[in-house]
Each structure stands twice: as C-alpha cells, then as structure tokens.
C-alpha cells in the first residue's frame, strides 16, 4: 500500500508541475507581440519543408505544361493525361491559376519570397548558438569529462613523460592538428581542434540557396522569353511572347539563310542550321552559324535554334550552279519561269514548276506529299534554237538527278526565301548570380557532409611501467572516419621508440 500511495503522489507532483509548465507557455504566448509569433512561425524547419515541396511540386507542373506555349500544345499534353473530354476544362482552371506562364504568377514569387524568409529566419535564429561553438577555444579536459567522451583510446608506452611527449607530439602533427600543451600534476595534456569552421558549411548552403532564388527572381522580373520566325532574308528588332506582345531587342538581327540536312533517303531531320548577322547601328556586329545546342548570344539575349517552316506564298530565289560539259561553270539565281542558259552553250533552260516534297506513285506520277522542305524538287525544260531538247525533275537532295543527257550538269543547290528559322529567344540576366549560387552550394555541401568538426585530447601519465596514453576524442560528423585516423595514431604509436604493451 505504501507504494502505491508513493506513485500516486508522484502523479500528483508531476502533473502539477506539468500543467504548471503549460501554464507558463501559456503566458509566454499571451505576452508575444505579432513580430514575435510571426518570428516563432517563419523560424520552423517544418514551414521551409512546406514550402519547398510547394515549390517542387508547382515546378513539376510547370515542367510538364510547356510554359508560354500555344494553347494547341498544351491541350494535347492535358488530354492525354487526363483525356480529351477534360482537356478544355482542365486547360482553363489551369491558366486562369497561371500555370501557363508559371514562374511569372504572383504566387510563384511569393511562394520563393516565403521560402527565402523563411530560410533567413531560421538561419539567423540558430546561428548564435553555432557560431559559440565554432569560436570556442579548446581547453585541457578534467579527468571525470575524459570519462564521457565519444572516441576513447588507451596505450601505454615504455619510457618516461617528457621521453613520450616527444613522441606522441610528433604523431599528433604528422595526423594534421597543431596542438597545445598543459601540465598536470602527474603528467600532461596535448589538446587540439580542427574544422571549427564546417559547423558553419550548413549556413553557406543557406547562402547559396538565397543566391539562386535572387538569381531566379532577377530573371523573373528582368528577363524575357519569346520567340522569333525569322524568314529568310528578313529582318527583325523585336522578338514576341506567345501572347503576340513585341519585346525590343535593342538591335536587329538578320536571317541570311537556312538548311535542313536529313537521314539519308528519309524525311527525318538530322539538323537544322540557320545563318545569323546581327545588326546594330547599322553595322554587322557579328555573323554566327547557329543549330540545336550551339546557339548566338549578344548582349544578354540568347537565340536558340528552335523549329523551322514554309513562309506562306512567298516566292523565293532558285540558286542553281550549270556545268557545262567542257568544265565551264556558272552560279545562276533566278525566279519562277525565269530562264537561263548553260554556259559556253545555245542550251537554255526555264523552271516550269517546284515541288517543296516530290514523290513518286506506283504508276511514276509525280505528286506533292508535303508542305515542308522534305524533298524540294524543280521541274526544267530545255530548248536549243527554240526547240525543246529535253525536260525532267531535277531533285535537291539526289545528284544523280542533277545529269543532263549530253553530258551537262545543272545542280540545284536551293530555293532561298521561302523557309522560315524558328528561334527561342530568352534573356535572364541572372543566370550568372544562379551559377554564382550553384557554385557556393557545392562548397557548403561539400563542408557540410565532409568536413567535420574534431577535437582531440592526450593525456600522458606516469604509470609504473612507463607512461599511460589516453586519447580522447569528439567528432559532429563522419565519426568513423576520425576513429580510423585516432587507431592509426595508436598503432603508429605502438611501433614507435620505446615499444607499447
């Protein structure tokens, strides 16, 4: 029974002391100011949590639905996700949420802005305490703290105090830590830190992350990307959103020609190459070959080699190269039903029709099977003293067609004027402050899981037999690690002059 009445006075006690615990937080919340509530809300690890699976997640949306896209694109990738029947809805709540230009929606920006005070908060609210840590000297430990220390090693070494101070001194600087000294009553202790600083490693990923979200908010609200069909020949000051607004470029940029090259005999695209001059002030500033993965910068606008297609009725130029048989050559740029004539020769021929993608049917009918560039083909008549000679299709991509029949040759090289270079326009001005940040969170990381901080105590004391060696030791991480390198101490110890038992 007296037990029992011993518990039931201890529930008492501790429920009393409980509710008084309570009563006091109580209290403290009902003293708290709004800065400080909101201050205890932003300084929660959990919040960041929160905050950043919003903002992976949102991405992951974002990835998924092509931002400033046109509409037909993402209606396609909505309906076969969820299906065509939902694809209009679905499309609807979705851009009037932002999704279709995402990362320049309110709450996106607020969502990093919340997430980037939030990470200041709690950096700033635990740094005090790690930043004593880190500046606290280390000092001789007393016998009974040398008890409960984490990593504990012991040898004892033949030969007196002073002989293996030596000793034991040289080992812990060839293991990398320059160590002080203090005398004790019946020997002395060699302590020694090092790494004090990568408590902090956590702190310069904070950093890094604040740098990238500045970065990405720079290129938010200071940056742009459009999109630019640029034909052939043409000019342009202005790239567009998908919204059809004009982006001014501050210079001109000029197509001068385009190219597809295509696998072997099929219509599938192996590159697609654009020519591209810049112009500013009136002057050619720089002139660059652009295709996919290689593309032109000038003045922190990028144009990226993006698609490709036929300006509607455009008519174009005909670039021919005629070869006569005796070698005579001559470059020939006309138009439809223009005619020319082989050099050194009376021959004359006359383009009577263009196929952009000729094909052949069963019975050998020409007939058109696209309206790309896939095949491009152009059909010649030709004459001598106002007789037709011969006629026939003279086809882009196949040579052999390219032979005349008394031995001539007449290679159609391109029909300039007509295609249109699809270019990605993008300026991000903080791309660079991203890859500032990206850099900086790799040292953090690297600090952060790799360099620990360690503290290393050595005690000799004379023992009857020789000296006794005690190595005490801490370490906030990779604790394993600094255990192996404290045994190879040991050991080296152990072989050292004057032997260990």
């Known amino acids: 029974m007296g037990e029992v009445k011993a518990l039931v006075c201890f529930f008492k006690k501790y429920y009393h002391i409980k509710l008084n615990f309570r009563g006091v937080n109580v209290e403290k919340q009902k003293n708290q ?30 990835t998924v639905i092509e931002q400033n896209a046109e509409p037909e694109k993402n209606l396609k990738v909505i309906g076969k996700l969820f299906g065509e029947s939902l694809a209009p809805t679905l499309y609807n709540i979705f851009e009037r949420l932002g999704f279709m230009d995402m990362y320049h929606s309110w709450w996106f920006v607020t969502l990093l802005l919340l997430f980037a005070a939030n990470l200041v908060i709690c950096s700033i609210d635990r740094l005090p305490k790690i930043w004593k840590l880190v500046k606290e000297p280390i000092n001789p430990l007393s016998e009974e703290h040398f008890k409960g220390v984490g990593i504990k090693r012991e040898i004892v070494l033949r030969g ?14 060839n293991a990398g830590f320059n160590f002080s000294e203090a005398k004790e009553a019946n020997g002395y202790q060699l302590y020694s830190q090092k790494g004090s600083y990568s408590r902090l490693g956590v702190y310069i990923t904070h950093f890094s992350i604040l740098v990238i979200l500045l970065g990405a908010i720079i290129g938010i609200f200071f940056g742009f990307k459009g999109f630019l069909n640029l034909p052939e020949g043409a000019i342009s000051s202005v790239a567009y959103y998908r919204s059809g607004i004009e982006q001014p470029l501050g210079f001109s940029i000029r197509c001068d020609n385009f190219l597809v090259d295509f696998y072997g005999g099929s219509d599938m695209p192996k590159a697609y190459k ?41 008519q174009g130029i005909f670039m021919l190269k005629a070869i006569s048989k005796d070698g005579k050559r001559e470059t020939i740029n006309l138009k439809h039903n223009e005619s020319f004539t082989i050099p050194g020769t009376s021959i004359t021929g006359k383009i009577i029709n263009f196929s952009p993608a000729l ?56 029909y300039w004027g007509i ?32 360099v620990s901080h360690r503290r290393l105590w050595v005690r000799l004391i004379e023992d009857k037999n ?16 600094f255990e192996r390198k404290i045994d190879k101490i040991i050991a080296l110890l152990s072989k050292s002059q004057g032997g260990g038992k």
């Open 33 to 62: 100011t709004i800065v400080d509530r909101i201050w205890n809300s932003f300084s929660s690890i959990t919040l960041a949590v929160v905050f950043f699976t919003l903002i992976s997640l949102t991405s992951m949306i974002g």
């Open 466 to 481: 020789g000296t006794r060696v005690t190595v005490g030791a801490t370490a906030n991480k990779n604790r394993q690690a």
């Open 274 to 314: 654009s020519w591209l001059t810049i112009i500013k002030d009136g002057k050619e500033v720089i002139k660059k070959t652009i295709e996919v993965n290689d593309p032109l910068t000038y003045e922190g606008i990028t144009f990226y080699q993006s698609s490709y297609g036929m300006v509607p009725d455009a």
């Open 160 to 173: 007196k105090t002073e002989k293996v101070r030596g000793v034991v001194g040289t080992a812990i600087k």
């Open 359 to 414: 094909g052949m049917d069963q019975t050998g009918r020409p007939f058109t099977y696209a309206d790309m560039m896939n095949n491009p083909a152009i059909y010649i008549e030709f004459s001598e003293g106002g007789k037709q000679k011969y006629a026939g299709w003279l086809l882009k991509r196949y040579p052999e067609t390219w032979a005349l029949p008394d031995g001539h040759i007449v290679e159609f090289m391109d």
């Open 419 to 450: 295609e249109y270079t699809g270019l990605q326009v993008r300026k991000d001005p903080g791309v660079w402050v991203v890859y500032l940040g990206c850099i900086t969170i790799s040292i953090g990381l690297f600090i952060a899981f790799f």
